[in-house]
Every structure is written in structure tokens, then in C-alpha cells.
């Protein structure tokens, strides 16, 4: 690690304004110094396989983060978990005893299997970090880790509390983990979250979909495809219509979107079938279009009286919208990246994150600080590498900005 020195001070370190250009030269130079060290962190982190459906790999890389976290001064504990991986909740203290935590929050788990490696190593190519997870989310972590550290170097300690939360089943639905998200949250001043951020632009997530899953399935009569045709009532077909129906209930004007995804029924070709199912994603732009769209599939209708339909699921996330709340975050995100002779922009998009949780919960939240890149969850997946210094100055300029703003919640 490169010799600590002594950086630019400043009287009120809360406020971005009072800083001088000095300081924040001195500070994103001291991430550029680090910025090899800190490659190698996100490499550390890509090389240990971690796949949501794995729980002795997720808990091995859980172990692994809680010591580096505790190496910086945090305290980890672990939310245990029988079906799951266990999540990792660290805390550090920090200097002020009045200032509400601050609420770090990503995941470690990943959608590529174990074994990945051997067909997509980790590696660097043009100004690129190469790798399975690379994008999403681990190269967020690892700023976590290093604006977390590098208080140590600047007033010394961290001068608010700050938890950082990372989860082992957000690619899966965050099922194990929601609850405790939410606990956190409540206690926040804000949710800062390190998905990545939005295209090789850089910018900032302000909103994102809610998200929902639903199963559909058929209920037919079988019957021998060519003996007794006739006798038959095809759940196959009688999906088909449905799949019809339900790709009407896509505005996209309005940010809804309906995509039956995944099939699947049938036993034999010469045998009419007695079983179908379909998987269907739901996007939607507004708190307000959840029950709409979820009575209107659970108000389908069989086309053929003779089958019966069945409808499972439901909106998994609400969405992220862009309340004052939110907003102020990202003035305040670009204030700090002015400093830097940066121009953040803001994005919404149509994934979802744990910070969709959050931010329905009326509570802050700023997602996309972590890593810019393309590929997510594809063979190409890739960070750029020069983008590293100033995210982790952002991420770092936040922590110590970030005030209760608790007048400015708003529930969706």
C-alpha cells in the first residue's frame, strides 16, 4: 500500500461547499494511487465464485468480506440462514454520536455457476476488468471497502456511523433478506446502493421498475392424440390464448410491461395435454400499478370451459421512483462530482434492486454508485478501470455529506 500523508483538512467536514478544491484534488489523487490496489481487490472478490443457489460458497465469501471489513474497524455479524447464504451486516461507530448511519447496500451473490471462471477468467484487457460478477456487484464492494478505509487517512475517523449491508440472495428475489433491508433502513439517513451504474455514461440511478413474477398454469383433459382427438381439452392451446391475452396487458406508454417468459407442459406429442405452464415477468413504473396489473391476472378466464386456470406470485419489488427524497440525494451527488469537473447524470431504469425496497419504504436511496461497465450477467462482462477513483471519492464525498432529511420522505 502506498505511505499515508498528510491530506488537506477542513473545519466542518459535513458540508461539501466548505471544502476547498485542495482537498478534494488531494483526495481523488488518493484513490488514483490506490487504484491498482484497488483492482486487485475486485479481482480477489470476482475469483471467489459465489452463485446465489451455492450457500457453502456464499458463506465462504461472507466470511472472507467480514474480515476485511473488521480489518478497517467495523463490527460484522452474520444473518444466519438454513435455505439461503447468510448475509453480512458490518458496523462502524464513527466520530458523531448524533448523526443517523448511513446505509451501504449491495450483494455478493452472483448468476453465473461455479466453474465459470474456467471459461471466463478474470482479467485485464484495454482499460477493462474482465469477469463473472465483475460488474454485478463486486467491484461495488470493494468501493465500499475503500472509501470506508480511506476516512482512516483523511480526519481520521469516519465522521458519522455508517452500516454497510450486503445480502446473499438479491439475484434470487432477496427473499431471506428483505426484512432485515428494511429494519435498516428505517434506522438510515440514507440508502446509498453500489449496483452498478447506468451505461459507460456513469450515471446515477434515480429510478428503477418495480419488478413481479407470476406463474400461470392450465389445467386440461388428456386424451390419445389420435385415437379420441375429440375427448381431449389441450392445455397447450388453451395457454396459447391466454398468452395472447396477457401480451394485451402491455402499455409501455405508461411503463408496463407483461413478458411471458418461460414455457412449459405437454408429455408426448401423440397425447393431447392434460398440463401447461407459463412464467411471466412484470414490469411496472408506479407503486400505484401494482394491484391494477395483479387483478388483472388474476382475473383471467379459460377460453375453454372445460379447463381451469391458476395464478401464482405476485410484485416482488415496488418501484423506485424519484421522490424528493431521492432527489435530494442526487443534488447532492452532483455537488460533490463538480468538484471533480464531473457532470453526473441521473438515469431510470428497468431492473430492480434492493434499493427498490427501500425507497418504498419512503427512505432516501441512490443507486448505481457502484462500478461503469456493460455486460451484466453476460460473457463480456467488464468495468472500466479508470472510472474507479472518482466512484469511490463519490461514494466517500456521500458518507460524510449526507444529512437527515426526514422531511423530505415521501411514501409512494
Request: charged letters at 25%; one cysteine or more; a positive charge.
Amino acid at each position: 500500500m502506498p505511505p499515508k500523508k498528510k491530506l488537506s483538512s477542513d473545519k466542518n467536514p459535513k458540508t461539501t461547499q466548505a471544502k476547498s478544491p485542495e482537498v478534494w484534488q488531494d483526495r481523488l489523487h488518493y484513490f488514483e494511487d490506490r487504484r491498482d490496489q484497488l483492482v486487485q481487490t475486485i479481482r480477489e472478490l470476482v475469483e471467489i465464485e459465489s452463485p446465489s443457489d451455492d450457500k457453502r460458497a456464499l458463506d465462504g465469501i461472507a466470511k472472507f468480506l467480514a474480515d476485511k471489513f473488521e480489518q478497517l474497524g467495523g463490527r460484522a455479524q452474520f444473518h444466519r440462514s438454513l435455505e439461503f447464504g447468510d448475509s453480512l451486516q458490518v458496523n462502524f461507530t464513527g466520530t458523531s454520536t448524533t448523526r443517523k448511519p448511513i446505509l451501504l447496500l449491495g450483494h455478493y451473490d452472483k448468476v453465473y455457476p461455479i466453474g465459470t471462471l474456467a471459461d471466463m477468467p478474470c482479467k485485464i484487457e484495454n482499460g477493462r476488468l474482465h469477469g463473472p460478477g465483475v460488474l454485478d456487484m463486486k467491484s461495488g464492494i470493494a468501493l465500499m471497502l475503500f472509501a470506508i478505509e480511506a476516512f482512516k487517512t483523511w480526519p481520521g475517523e469516519l465522521p458519522r456511523p455508517v452500516t454497510v449491508f450486503l445480502v446473499s440472495d438479491e439475484e434470487i428475489g432477496s427473499h431471506s433478506s428483505r426484512k432485515i433491508t428494511e429494519a435498516l433502513a428505517k434506522q438510515s439517513a440514507g440508502v446509498l446502493v453500489l449496483e452498478p451504474a447506468a451505461g459507460l455514461r456513469g450515471a446515477v440511478k434515480t429510478a428503477r421498475k418495480g419488478v413481479g413474477e407470476y406463474t400461470l398454469r392450465v389445467k386440461g383433459i388428456a386424451a390419445h392424440a389420435g385415437l379420441d382427438p375429440g375427448k381431449g381439452h389441450s392445455a397447450i392451446v388453451e395457454l396459447a390464448r391466454q398468452i395472447g391475452a396477457i401480451a394485451k396487458l402491455n402499455n409501455l406508454q405508461r411503463g408496463i410491461s407483461v413478458n411471458p417468459g418461460v414455457l412449459g407442459g405437454g408429455t408426448r406429442t401423440n397425447v393431447v395435454a392434460a398440463e401447461a405452464s407459463v412464467r411471466i415477468d412484470v414490469r411496472i413504473k408506479q407503486a400505484k400499478q401494482a394491484a391494477s396489473i395483479d387483478r388483472k391476472l388474476r382475473s383471467l378466464k379459460p377460453f375453454d370451459k372445460h379447463c381451469k386456470l391458476e395464478i401464482t406470485g405476485g410484485i416482488n419489488r415496488l418501484p423506485m421512483e424519484r421522490t424528493a427524497g431521492v432527489a435530494h440525494l442526487y443534488k447532492e451527488a452532483q455537488s460533490i462530482a463538480q468538484q471533480m469537473n464531473w457532470k453526473l447524470e441521473e438515469a431510470a431504469v428497468g431492473g430492480g434492486s434492493d434499493g427498490n425496497f427501500t425507497a418504498a419504504l419512503g427512505i432516501p436511496t441512490l443507486d448505481g454508485l457502484g462500478g461503469v461497465g456493460e455486460g451484466a450477467h453476460a460473457t463480456h462482462e467488464y468495468i472500466v478501470i479508470s472510472e474507479l477513483p472518482r466512484r469511490a471519492l463519490l461514494l466517500a464525498g456521500l458518507i460524510e455529506s449526507i444529512e437527515s432529511i426526514s422531511l423530505k420522505r415521501s411514501t409512494p
